[in-house]
């Protein structure tokens, strides 16, 4: 399929081209932190807002192509929806820059509110980023539904949720590829529509007047950031199902009653998580604080004891070949559970009065996603590229594997450091208090740097192939 | 729900503009001159660059709210310390003399703290626009309809608070912690012009519901499940109605 080759390769390029960009924002922000550099606040927060919004929309986006890609292998996938995505994204990409770096937008990738009314210098920042989250919203929502349609047209959806397989039926086989991806574009689809209600009340506010309540406000930004972070790495588990057992030369997963019910419980609770990130909001009614905590604990854990298990089963004598792909896909997983990990503790009221405020959190958030989330589209990438160019990147295994993980490592080290020596996160100066945090802050850097370093070297590696592949189609 | 919802929409604007005090926060002030009772010539950042100001406008012929308001100001400020008070008259009709004779009959002129002082006309009108400050001359009564307000602006000129009328003395020492530089607390009162709130507190009783912005949040996984849903049923019919191979 030329159509859908194309435009996989299409994502892939920018993904890979802005995924530089959006590390080096992130070593200015810790070289700043270090005392080795000085951006103004201004400036430091716009970065921060940048960084953030640009990693958690290039990685949503690259799992939900490779997702589309390799869902070609059951159904029939229409091209329309997923080009509707990728030029609103551009669009919504476009209008985001433009409020930050010409705006003064600063507001941090969270955007709570009322700080879009505020953390700007120049007052039509907040319009241009509100249509920039509506561009990115409506290109990602009709995506999704796109996928949806397409599963649905062959699976009825009791079939595509495994259903069956839950009260041990074994036929007709559900394929996990399926049900993840089934799963997740469900549980995407509220994320999106709290994320309308959210516009349309930022709208209200900002051209009508009309006030908001914060706490409502708050609820709803969670709901769709938080579920949106989790379904990106939901998809990409997908793509790890799917692929991983070929590359390690085994057969291919089976939909087992509970793996049908990790999903189906991944489903219904992921979108009830979210309430974690309001422990300290002490006007939210208590019952949705103990929900947030049972919550924390039944998504993730399911999925991750799952999957671990498949994948160490997997790799378990399979004389498997060490490649880029495999490589991606495994360390994603194993540094999965160490970010889960480090998420539920946190997760946990009495620790959350703790670690919340502390460099604690973007350590948990960048191991699963720069070490988790990200590898699995990496491992999709490596994959995609060798599939179309026949080129395994043999060449650069050592030297990316190694300097990626390693600094990758060693970045998300400094930051565990730092949190559980109560540095608080969110700032672009410490105070002498917590001297210690400037000093992780110059190590973390550095690290990244070879992150930064293995990164641009894949770079180089997959743009020259995939661009070959888009011309290709395209003649 | 959807009548208050309409009703906030269609009320919300007119209010806006002279209510939400927010709206102002962090608004730069133009640097416009000043004549001070003293008679030396400075601009308006001059007066704020070394303390934060508390900043009000005045009109020293006004026949109604100026005396009595900048009497209470005298009253709840007394000598300030850690910020200046600045009172500037708007009044084009104003001289020097005329600032100087209001300022000498509240026996602040040498007040420590407190500054007089005369805008000059080509900067007023920027100012006052900036500050939300409104004035409008009424020939009738040969006087000026205008706000009384209080603004608290930082070393650079930015509005921090700004506070309409007489208040509660307590909201004016919020002002004076803010201009100390101390963190105060601010949000908006509870008021009918929020749209949608999760709770409802009954200020008789003290005790609180849960109100539709709490309900909101069960639409969206109902709108998956009903979205999901339509599109299996769409489906199901469409394949209904094809023939089969």
């Not at chain 1, 974690?276 to 993730?300: C, E, K, R």
């Not at chain 1, 970045?411 to 105070?431: E, H, N, Q, T, W």
């Not at chain 1, 992780?440 to 192939?465: E, K, P, S």
Request: overall charge positive; hydrophobic content about 50%; some cysteine.
């Amino acid at each position: 399929m030329k159509a859908l080759d194309r435009i996989t390769a299409a994502w892939i390029i920018t993904v890979t081209l802005v995924f530089p960009i959006a590390i080096l924002l992130g070593i200015l922000m810790r070289l700043n932190q270090a005392n080795v550099l000085e951006l103004s606040p201004l400036t430091f927060y716009s970065f921060m807002t940048a960084h953030g919004l640009l990693m958690v929309g290039i990685w949503f986006v690259m799992s939900m192509a490779g997702v589309s890609y390799l869902l070609q292998r059951y159904v029939e996938v229409r091209v329309w929806p997923i080009t509707f995505g990728y030029v609103l994204t551009l669009v919504g990409v476009v209008l985001l820059l433009a409020a930050i770096f010409g705006g003064g937008f600063h507001t941090g990738w969270y955007f709570l509110y009322p700080l879009p009314f505020y953390a700007r210098t120049e007052e039509w920042a907040t319009m241009a980023f509100l249509l920039s989250l509506g561009s990115l919203g409506v290109g990602w929502f009709v995506w999704s539904l796109g996928l949806l349609v397409a599963i649905l047209r062959k699976y009825p959806l009791t079939r595509a949720l495994a259903w069956h397989h839950l009260v041990g039926k074994s036929e007709p086989e559900t394929p996990p590829f399926i049900l993840i991806s089934t799963t997740t574009l469900l549980g995407l689809v509220p994320a999106f529509v709290a994320a309308v209600i959210l516009l349309g009340l930022f709208f209200m506010e900002y051209l009508g007047g009309v006030k908001q309540d914060a706490l409502l406000m708050k609820n709803l930004t969670f709901y769709f950031g938080h579920t949106l972070v989790n379904e990106m790495l939901y998809f990409g588990i997908a793509a790890l199902y799917e692929l991983f057992p070929a590359l390690a030369g085994k057969p291919p997963y089976r939909t087992k009653p509970f793996v049908a019910l990790a999903w189906n419980l991944v489903l219904v609770v992921v979108w009830t998580a979210y309430f974690h990130h309001l422990y300290m909001d002490f006007v939210q009614p208590t019952v949705l604080q103990y929900v947030g905590q049972l919550a924390s604990w039944i998504a993730p854990i399911p999925a991750i004891a799952v999957t671990t298990f498949s994948v160490l089963g997997t790799v378990y004598r399979s004389g498997m070949k060490w490649w880029l792909a495999p490589t991606f896909f495994f360390t994603g997983v194993m540094f999965w559970i160490i970010g889960g990990l480090g998420a539920i503790l946190d997760a946990i009221v009495a620790n959350n009065f703790v670690l919340h405020n502390t460099l604690w959190v973007p350590a948990h958030f960048h191991t699963y996603n720069l070490l988790g989330n990200v590898l699995f589209s990496l491992g999709f990438i490596t994959w995609f590229v060798r599939e179309q160019s026949g080129d395994d990147g043999s060449r650069l295994y050592r030297p990316v594997a190694t300097l990626y993980l390693l600094g990758g490592a060693g970045f998300v080290a400094a930051f565990y450091i730092a949190g559980s020596l109560s540095v608080m996160r969110r700032v672009d100066k410490y105070p002498e208090l917590v001297a210690s945090g400037g000093v992780l802050a110059l190590v973390g850097a550095l690290f990244a740097v070879l992150v930064l370093a293995a990164v641009a070297i894949y770079t180089v590696h997959v743009v020259r192939r995939c661009w070959r592949v888009l011309v290709a189609a395209s003649s | 729900m959807l009548a208050r919802l309409g009703g906030c929409l269609i009320v919300a604007p007119l209010l806006w503009a002279q209510l939400n005090e927010g709206h102002y926060y962090l608004r730069s002030v133009p640097d416009v001159p000043v004549t001070l009772i003293t008679g030396e010539q400075r601009s308006l950042r001059h007066l704020f660059q070394s303390q934060a100001v508390l900043l009000t406008l005045f009109s020293s012929r006004c026949q109604g709210l100026c005396s009595p308001y900048l009497l209470y100001l005298k009253r709840e400020l007394a000598s300030p310390r850690e910020f200046a008070v600045v009172a500037l008259s708007f009044d084009p009709r104003d001289r020097l003399a005329d600032v100087a004779a209001t300022a000498h009959r509240f026996g602040l002129a040498e007040a420590s703290g407190w500054t007089w002082g005369l805008l000059h006309p080509t900067g007023a009108a920027s100012l006052l626009s900036t500050l939300g400050y409104t004035v409008r001359y009424d020939s009738s009564r040969g006087d000026y309809d205008h706000s009384i307000v209080l603004f608290v602006l930082d070393r650079h000129g930015n509005i921090l608070r700004r506070m309409e009328g007489f208040q509660d003395p307590a909201l004016l020492k919020d002002l004076v912690r803010e201009a100390r530089g101390e963190f105060v607390l601010s949000y908006p009162l509870p008021s009918t012009d929020v749209a949608l709130r999760c709770f409802e507190l009954d200020k008789e009783t003290g005790s609180w519901r849960l109100s539709t912005g709490m309900v909101l949040l069960l639409v969206p996984p109902i709108a998956s499940f009903a979205l999901a849903g339509l599109i299996q049923l769409t489906l199901s019919l469409c394949r209904t109605r094809s023939p089969q191979p």
